[in-house]
């Protein structure tokens, strides 16, 4: 079996060599690099591929990010992604421009939260996001790239219902077993089994449930939390998935990474 590639996801910043360093510092050789749609302007698309290339690093896949977003059960359903009615508009546009700023970068994969979508199929919020969602899964399609929901903001049902509703077949997941914990939404076993084919890649992170008073539950290092790796890995290679493990520690300092370099470790031993 070809050897399972890992990466980490980084966020963008002016020092594209201390980014591209800190991705060969780890023995990698690929990342997910996270934008914020309002600043793409600041960053020349074209120096971030060659300067990739430069490192031998690959840019698997850009992460989607919008100013004013609440990551968390009680904010959340009013802020996040293209869901939020009252962000919509402005977003789309953003997003739209966003995939061509993607392009320039050479990147086939666009992940985002798209938001707190609705169970309900016959709620308005769905009905009208419904056609939104759709315009810029169609962009992507003509700059050849696959838009990923990345998964915890909804029930997997619900995001499967979606992706079938939209009809369009550059559409792919970024699943994060971690963030369907921290949302409360499901087992990442179960998802795995809704999601099938659907999966791109994977973030490498693990958490734990929310109790009744929290807005979010608690993220921990792999193996210490909720997610079943050894099952999930299991279930994920049953169903043909090929893709890369992006590892996602959600602190700084020393102590991310040696979580990071642990995490690897842990996951290699599964395969």
Known sequence: MEQQKFGIIVGAGENLDEIFQRIRNFDFSLCQMGFIAEDTSMFDPVKIREKAKNYGIEIFSVFLLFRGQIFNLKGGPSSMGLVA????????KLALEFSDFAREIGTKHIVSHVGFIPDDEEDPVYKSFLPVMRTLVEKCQKNSQIFCFETGQELPSTLKRTILDIGLE???????????ILYGKANPLDAVEIFGRYVRSMHGKDGLWPNRDEALGKEVPVGEGMVNFPVLIRRLKKIGFNGPIIIEREISGEKQIQDIKRAVGFLSGLY
């Not at 009615?85 to 789309?92: E, F, T, V």
């Not at 550059?170 to 369907?180: E, K, V």
């Open 85 to 92: 009615p009252s962000y919509r508009q402005k977003r789309l």
């Open 170 to 180: 550059n559409i792919g997941i970024n699943l994060d077993p971690a963030n369907l």
